[in-house]
């Protein structure tokens, strides 16, 4: 008997649904507060012109929280407590602002967080560590060309793009679904990836997913939570949480 090959691809999709279905949670962090954020947020507030020679000689992989950030994590961390008292497994980026968020959040787990490059913050190349300004004075025709292709597929070089980050974020959730199915699974990241994991665990499009980058940023120390269910047919899939993204701080530091 011949089958249409459109028939045996939905047949393996299905096959490996049922043979490796998701995590039963998934947590997304988003690293807390850097120095890094400060600095960003003092030049876009024009307070401050560019970002400073200390911030410019640390390497990106290198920056830590600020004070604010901390206190962010240790919120965050009782909202955890609260919600979600056992983790059955911690991944963090190996950048240090996610991991002094993943080491105050979840404290008992120390020891036990595993690095994963995907996790990494996106490549922003040439751009990286200048400010509007400077953007504009050094690499006009890149902002140029920013403007035209908009930030879902521009890329600097030496950078990324979003479809460069969701090819290494499809690999992480494969990865999930192959290695920790039916576990509650905590990974602490940056913005850019964790945009990513929505854009795929969402079904996202491009336009989508600029509007929700400016109407439901992912802010630090905000969470994504999905849940595994199974749909009419048994099939495993991920639900988000109405409440995405959560901000476990809101109301309590400004």
Known sequence: MNV?????????????????????????????ESVGNVEYNLIHEGKQA????????????????SPLGRKQAIITKYWT??????????F????RRPNETAEIVLPE????????????EKDFGVFDALSDAERQEKFAEYVELKDLLKKYYFRLPGGE?????????????????????GEIVAVFAHSAIIESFRFLLQGLNEKKFLQLAKTEPIRNTNVLVYTEY???IGKSKLRPSPLNPINPWKNILQ
Request: charged fraction near 30%; charge should be positive.
């Open 50 to 65: 560019r970002y400073s020679e200390a911030l410019r000689k640390t390497r990106n992989m290198d920056i830590p929280l």
């Open 109 to 120: 787990y120390i020891g036990q967080f595993e690095e994963d490059f995907r996790l990494r």
């Open 230 to 232: 199974k749909n009419r």
């Open 161 to 181: 793009n979003y479809p460069d980050m969701l090819l290494r974020a499809g690999s992480f959730l494969n990865m999930l679904k192959r290695e920790h199915c």
């Open 81 to 90: 407590r609260q919600h979600y008292p056992h983790i059955d497994k911690v």
């Open 92 to 95: 963090v980026s190996p950048f």
């Open 4 to 32: 249409p090959n459109h028939v045996k691809k939905r047949l393996r999709i299905l096959i490996t649904s049922f043979l490796f279905p998701w995590p039963d949670t998934l947590l997304f962090y988003r690293h807390a």
